[in-house]
């Protein structure tokens, strides 16, 4: 599955990121929820076990959600992630997870795209569950980017994050109890790349056009719509880029206007 290169591929470009950190960095407060670095990369890390587990081990899966419920109860994600980890921190962290990260898209590479996995939440295609590993590294990668005030290199890997965000319009309304008001709204986005993405047809919902970058920041919720140069027309447009989410999992709120942007530093 290409989906499964483009994920370590991602996954490498925000290891190399941090390669160079002095060991105290990853101590570093970001702008997603105040977590840290090492928060950050544990959350990722910890996860690619999950999945990982999905695909070889249904049973070690099992027990893997298992402690993850009894361990988040009376606490918070960050806590449990740090305990199953056994406070693993720093550069042998990013070392395990890019090592976790590269077998594990070495399995989904040779899976059938097909095969359901169970997760979480709904069971999912392999396919499935690679892309959305894809995009979570890329959207906690953002945060990452952002502290240090690095500008993101994007390729056009985050065609797969645009694509969730077109293939959750539905799931984004009904996730909040709202019916979907009409169609989606076409969009017209520009790759990386330079080539010209369209999704959608012409309707009274209106039309979203601009950095394919941008739109997948919005789905996303690393950005704010108002921090971002999209174009925005039609009121149902409009409403969505308010509430847009591509993840699973109850309605979040899109950070506040101002909240999420690149810092003026560098690494």
Same mark, same amino acid.
């Given at each position: 599955?290409?989906?499964?290169?483009?994920?370590?591929? &991602?996954? @490498? #470009?925000?290891?190399?990121?941090?390669?160079?950190?002095?060991?105290?960095?990853?101590?570093?407060?970001? =702008?997603?929820?105040?977590?840290?670095?090492?928060?950050?990369?544990?959350?990722?890390?910890?996860? *690619?076990?999950?999945?990982?587990?999905?695909?070889?081990?249904?049973?070690? /899966?099992?027990?893997?959600?298992?402690?993850?419920?009894?361990?988040?109860?009376?606490? *918070?994600?960050?806590? /449990?992630?740090?305990?199953?980890?056994?406070?693993?921190?720093?550069?042998?962290?990013?070392?395990?997870?890019? &090592?976790?990260?590269?077998?594990?898209?070495?399995?989904?590479? #040779?899976?059938?795209? @097909?095969?359901?996995?169970?997760?979480?939440?709904?069971?999912?295609?392999?396919?499935?569950?690679?892309?959305?590993?894809?995009?979570?590294?890329?959207?906690?990668?953002?945060?990452?980017?952002? #502290?240090?005030?690095?500008?993101? =290199?994007?390729?056009?890997?985050?065609?797969?994050?645009?694509?969730?965000?077109? *293939?959750?319009?539905?799931?984004?309304?009904?996730?909040?109890?709202?019916?979907?008001?009409?169609?989606?709204? @076409?969009?017209?986005?520009?790759?990386?790349?330079?080539? &010209?993405?369209?999704?959608? &047809?012409?309707?009274?919902?209106?039309?979203?056009?601009?950095?394919?970058?941008?739109?997948?920041?919005?789905?996303?919720?690393?950005?704010?719509?108002?921090?971002?140069?999209?174009?925005?027309?039609?009121?149902?447009?409009?409403?969505?880029?308010?509430?847009?989410?591509?993840?699973?999992?109850?309605?979040?709120?899109?950070?506040?206007?101002?909240?999420?942007?690149?810092?003026?530093?560098?690494?």
């Amino acid at each position: 599955m290409q989906q499964a290169i483009d994920f370590l591929d &991602e996954s @490498k #470009a925000l290891c190399a990121l941090l390669a160079p950190l002095p060991e105290g960095d990853f101590q570093r407060p970001t =702008q997603f929820k105040g977590w840290t670095i090492n928060n950050i990369i544990r959350h990722l890390h910890v996860w *690619n076990i999950a999945v990982d587990l999905s695909l070889r081990d249904e049973a070690a /899966f099992g027990a893997f959600v298992a402690a993850m419920m009894d361990g988040v109860r009376g606490g *918070n994600l960050p806590e /449990f992630e740090a305990r199953y980890l056994d406070g693993l921190s720093g550069h042998a962290l990013r070392n395990a997870w890019i &090592e976790l990260a590269e077998a594990t898209a070495g399995a989904f590479a #040779a899976a059938d795209p @097909k095969l359901r996995l169970k997760w979480v939440g709904p069971d999912m295609s392999a396919l499935s569950s690679i892309t959305a590993r894809l995009m979570e590294t890329w959207a906690h990668g953002q945060a990452v980017y952002d #502290a240090f005030g690095v500008e993101r =290199q994007d390729t056009d890997r985050i065609g797969n994050i645009v694509r969730l965000g077109v *293939n959750t319009w539905t799931f984004t309304w009904k996730n909040r109890r709202i019916e979907p008001p009409g169609q989606m709204p @076409k969009l017209r986005l520009s790759a990386p790349s330079g080539a &010209e993405w369209e999704y959608g &047809e012409p309707s009274e919902s209106g039309m979203i056009s601009g950095s394919a970058t941008e739109f997948c920041q919005v789905v996303t919720q690393c950005r704010n719509i108002a921090d971002t140069s999209l174009e925005v027309i039609g009121e149902v447009a409009h409403q969505w880029m308010d509430i847009a989410q591509c993840f699973a999992g109850p309605p979040q709120h899109p950070p506040e206007k101002g909240s999420r942007h690149r810092a003026e530093m560098g690494v």
